[in-house]
């Protein structure tokens, strides 16, 4: 079982990106995504279950969006009117795998 994120850049304070995580060897299920800003602890961001609900930190609740696409195996978190603050490495994680993470960085 792999993930794989992808879909990180540079975006200006505002914008939006789409994160992907692509998960090979095994049907998908429950996905969470987490970050990490330089200097800080990991931190939970949003998780769709395996029936569908989802639920978010509250730093990013009304801003990001976690949905899954189950006939590519690929879970998305959809951010947007995003802040210097998001600026992390974004990593998702299902079936205690982790993948290698995607960097986000926001300017002002």
């Known amino acids: 079982v792999q993930l794989a994120e992808s879909g990180g850049g540079l975006v200006q304070a505002g914008g939006s990106l789409r994160l992907s995580c692509v998960v090979s060897g095994i049907s998908i299920n429950a996905i969470r995504w987490y970050r990490q800003a330089p200097g800080k602890q990991r931190e939970w961001v949003a998780v769709?279950?395996?029936?569908?609900?989802?639920n978010y930190a509250d730093s990013v609740k009304g801003r990001f969006t976690i949905y899954r696409d189950s006939a590519k195996n690929t879970a998305y978190l959809q951010m947007s009117s995003l802040k210097p603050e998001d600026t992390a490495v974004y990593y998702c994680?299902?079936?205690?795998?982790w993948g290698p993470g995607t960097q986000v960085t926001v300017s002002s």
């Open positions: 769709i279950m395996s029936d569908g609900r989802t």
């Open positions: 994680t299902g079936f205690n795998i």
